[in-house]
């Protein structure tokens, strides 16, 4: 099947209007009592309901199908802090990937000296530039090494060099909420802007969908024979840029991180290889690695080598004629043969409508951003007179919008 020419879309038909009282500045007290849209899009119907009622929907809406729920099981670090320069002037920092180390839970594990990509706030920081902060025990130096396409690469510095990063934001860091958040930063969002199956550190936002879940939540859903599987992508800060191009084709999509172990990836070969098969993507960032994935396995069996990187357009021009199944086994089959566990890859796909995807049969998901490219992968899933109806449908019914706001549940 051939993909829809970006070009023919317009950004515009993608905005809408989101009052600043939708947007939800705290969670709720229980986190499994934020309302749920349900759309099922073979009925064509809409539903307001609770969170907590998705192992009830899910028996009865896949009651002859294995389901399978896949969620990202990153992990928010205290990534924000504030240094100052020679000078005095006031700098703030946010850590964003590290180039000492492959993986940002090795980095954070790790004591000091490091070198981190950043977000930096702040007058006149040029390369050279050195920065300075004491806090407690604890001095930090850093120096800005160079400039890579606006972010700053940092060295940093810290006595005592015995802690681990982790030690140190511990003291210093703040969790970087998100910018439309319109406050600061409170100790009780430590705990409620994480996942409660938050694993690997490396995250600068959290993978929202999944702020959902409960622990009463998810032994229900296992009663209830859904079968949980986690895989890792770490949420960078591009996922909250708008597109400001008047082409979605001249749209840079930001490059993110993930990581899956080989039983992930058995498994849901297994379930891919069921015809009677609901796999179900809590999140946009489970959706993104899960067809990157596809991608990884098609690059592989086309070209007989493993390419670590997937680009956002990698699926145009292309026709699908490898099946899901086929894909995931190439990758298995190639993990096994270079005796690898774990595989690690960065994925910059840009899911827009048009797009046809391999890998899902639900999506479990929040409100997102006008003109945003999460609001494009929705569209390209649900459909776009579905996304209209969807979107419209809530702002009439009182739910709460983004990070800390209610959930869609798309069932095909």
């Given at each position: 099947?051939?993909?829809?020419?970006?070009?023919?879309?317009?950004?515009?038909?993608?905005?809408?209007?989101?009052?600043?009282?939708?947007?939800?500045?705290?969670?709720?007290?229980?986190?499994?009592?934020?309302?749920?849209?349900?759309?099922?899009?073979?009925?064509?119907?809409?539903?307001?309901?609770?969170?907590?009622?998705?192992?009830?929907?899910?028996?009865?809406?896949?009651?002859?199908?294995?389901?399978?729920?896949?969620?990202?099981?990153?992990?928010?670090?205290?990534?924000?802090?504030?240094?100052?320069?020679?000078?005095?002037?006031?700098?703030?920092?946010?850590?964003?990937?590290?180039?000492?180390?492959?993986?940002?839970?090795?980095?954070?594990?790790?004591?000091?000296?490091?070198?981190?990509?950043?977000?930096?706030?702040?007058?006149?920081?040029?390369?050279?530039?050195?920065?300075?902060?004491?806090?407690?025990?604890?001095?930090?130096?850093?120096?800005?090494?160079?400039?890579?396409?606006?972010?700053?690469?940092?060295?940093?510095?810290?006595?005592?060099?015995?802690?681990?990063?982790?030690?140190?934001?511990?003291?210093?860091?703040?969790?970087?909420?998100?910018?439309?958040?319109?406050?600061?930063?409170?100790?009780?969002?430590?705990?409620?802007?994480?996942?409660?199956?938050?694993?690997?550190?490396?995250?600068?936002?959290?993978?929202?969908?999944?702020?959902?879940?409960?622990?009463?939540?998810?032994?229900?859903?296992?009663?209830?024979?859904?079968?949980?599987?986690?895989?890792?992508?770490?949420?960078?800060?591009?996922?909250?840029?708008?597109?400001?191009?008047?082409?979605?084709?001249?749209?840079?999509?930001?490059?993110?991180?993930?990581?899956?172990?080989?039983?992930?990836?058995?498994?849901?070969?297994?379930?891919?290889?069921?015809?009677?098969?609901?796999?179900?993507?809590?999140?946009?960032?489970?959706?993104?690695?899960l067809e990157s994935l596809y991608w990884l396995g098609v690059n592989l069996i086309e070209s007989?080598?493993?390419?670590?990187?997937?680009?956002?357009?990698?699926?145009?021009?292309?026709?699908?004629?490898?099946?899901?199944?086929?894909?995931?086994?190439?990758?298995?089959?190639?993990?096994?043969?270079?005796?690898?566990?774990?595989?690690?890859?960065?994925?910059?796909?840009?899911?827009?409508?048009?797009?046809e995807f391999m890998m899902i049969d639900g999506l479990i998901?929040?409100?997102?951003?006008?003109?945003?490219?999460?609001?494009?992968?929705?569209?390209?899933?649900?459909?776009?007179?579905?996304?209209?109806?969807?979107?419209?449908?809530?702002?009439?019914?009182?739910?709460?919008?983004?990070?800390?706001?209610?959930?869609?549940?798309?069932?095909?």
């Amino acid at each position: 099947m051939h993909k829809q020419n970006s070009t023919q879309i317009n950004i515009e038909d993608y905005n809408y209007n989101l009052p600043p009282d939708k947007i939800a500045q705290f969670p709720l007290e229980q986190r499994e009592m934020s309302k749920l849209l349900y759309a099922n899009l073979q009925k064509n119907t809409i539903e307001n309901r609770y969170f907590y009622d998705l192992p009830e929907i899910l028996k009865n809406e896949c009651s002859n199908n294995s389901v399978y729920l896949i969620r990202n099981s990153t992990k928010v670090f205290p990534a924000r802090f504030f240094l100052e320069k020679d000078t005095g002037g006031k700098v703030e920092i946010l850590l964003e990937s590290p180039i000492s180390y492959k993986l940002p839970e090795l980095a954070l594990a790790n004591p000091s000296p490091q070198v981190w990509e950043c977000i930096v706030r702040g007058r006149n920081l040029n390369e050279n530039t050195r920065l300075k902060g004491h806090f407690q025990e604890i001095e930090i130096n850093a120096i800005i090494q160079k400039i890579v396409d606006g972010k700053r690469h940092i060295q940093f510095d810290w006595a005592p060099n015995s802690l681990s990063l982790t030690e140190i934001l511990e003291q210093l860091g703040k969790v970087p909420l998100p910018p439309y958040i319109a406050r600061e930063m409170q100790e009780q969002d430590k705990q409620t802007y994480q996942t409660i199956f938050a694993e690997k550190q490396g995250s600068i936002a959290a993978p929202t969908a999944g702020l959902h879940f409960t622990d009463k939540l998810t032994k229900e859903l296992i009663k209830k024979n859904v079968q949980i599987l986690d895989l890792t992508l770490h949420v960078g800060s591009g996922t909250f840029v708008p597109i400001k191009a008047e082409s979605v084709d001249e749209h840079e999509m930001h490059s993110e991180q993930f990581q899956v172990d080989i039983e992930f990836l058995q498994k849901l070969h297994q379930a891919l290889t069921k015809p009677n098969k609901k796999i179900i993507a809590t999140g946009t960032t489970s959706v993104r690695t899960l067809e990157s994935l596809y991608w990884l396995g098609v690059n592989l069996i086309e070209s007989g080598e493993m390419n670590f990187r997937i680009n956002q357009w990698i699926w145009k021009d292309k026709y699908n004629n490898i099946g899901a199944n086929k894909s995931i086994e190439a990758i298995i089959n190639y993990m096994l043969e270079q005796n690898m566990n774990i595989l690690v890859a960065n994925t910059q796909i840009m899911i827009i409508p048009g797009y046809e995807f391999m890998m899902i049969d639900g999506l479990i998901t929040n409100f997102h951003l006008p003109k945003s490219t999460l609001l494009l992968l929705v569209s390209a899933y649900v459909g776009y007179d579905n996304y209209k109806n969807i979107y419209e449908f809530a702002l009439n019914n009182d739910y709460r919008f983004l990070s800390y706001g209610d959930a869609n549940l798309y069932l095909k």
